[in-house]
């Protein structure tokens, strides 16, 4: 809001200036028009953007990441959800489709083949299906780890294998000592 409001003076500070300095006439007043047409721009345009949220952990080979969407308009809209990685580490297939309900924000699913392990860094934008941008560029951070999730099935299955073993061997001796 302040900058907002030092924006304002320097430009009315310019178009006077320009005014009292003799300037050509015609140029100060659109300066000038151009700067109350500036300070009076509303600062609530209705937007369909892309929410920010908290990294990502992938664990698997491929998954589908979230991305949450807010559609601002009094009327559904269509968009294209397009994403390219910074890095190798991970692919994206294709765009997907997606139809936000006015006034809400959805969750759009978007599938990604993990290629690598590290941290990568994934540029989100809306398209729409005539490829105008809708906004700028948001960057989803992602830590991807693809083998963790085979580590962590075959961890809790050798876990329960033990007990289970530990446990049979455990009620054979107690009927062996319950009968002699």
């Known amino acids: 809001m302040v900058g907002q409001a030092v924006k304002r003076v320097a430009t009315l500070a310019l178009a006077a200036a320009l005014t009292l300095s003799g300037a050509h006439s015609s140029f100060a007043s659109s300066s000038l028009a151009a700067a109350s047409a500036h300070a009076s721009a509303?600062?609530?345009?209705?937007?369909?953007?892309?929410?920010?949220?908290?990294?990502?952990?992938?664990?698997?080979?491929?998954?589908?990441?979230?991305i949450r969407i807010q559609n601002d308009f009094d009327l559904d809209v269509r968009v294209q959800v397009h994403a390219i990685p910074l890095n190798g580490r991970?692919?994206?297939?294709?765009?997907?489709?997606?139809?936000?309900?006015?006034?809400?924000?959805?969750?759009?699913?978007?599938?990604?083949?993990?290629?690598?392990?590290?941290?990568?860094?994934?540029?989100?934008?809306?398209?729409?299906?005539?490829g105008l941008s809708l906004n700028s560029k948001a960057t989803l951070h992602i830590n991807v780890n693809p083998g963790a999730e085979t580590a962590i099935l075959i961890g809790f299955t050798a876990t329960v294998a033990i007990l289970l073993t530990f446990g049979v061997i455990r009620t054979l001796r107690k009927?062996?000592?319950?009968?002699?």
Do not use: C, M, Y
């Open 42 to 66: 509303p600062q609530d345009i209705p937007s369909v953007h892309i929410l920010a949220g908290s990294d990502i952990n992938l664990l698997s080979s491929s998954s589908a990441i979230p």
């Open 90 to 130: 991970i692919s994206v297939p294709e765009a997907i489709e997606v139809t936000v309900p006015a006034q809400t924000a959805i969750t759009a699913k978007l599938p990604v083949q993990a290629t690598g392990v590290g941290n990568v860094d994934l540029n989100v934008w809306l398209e729409t299906f005539s």
């Open 175 to 180: 009927r062996r000592g319950a009968s002699a």
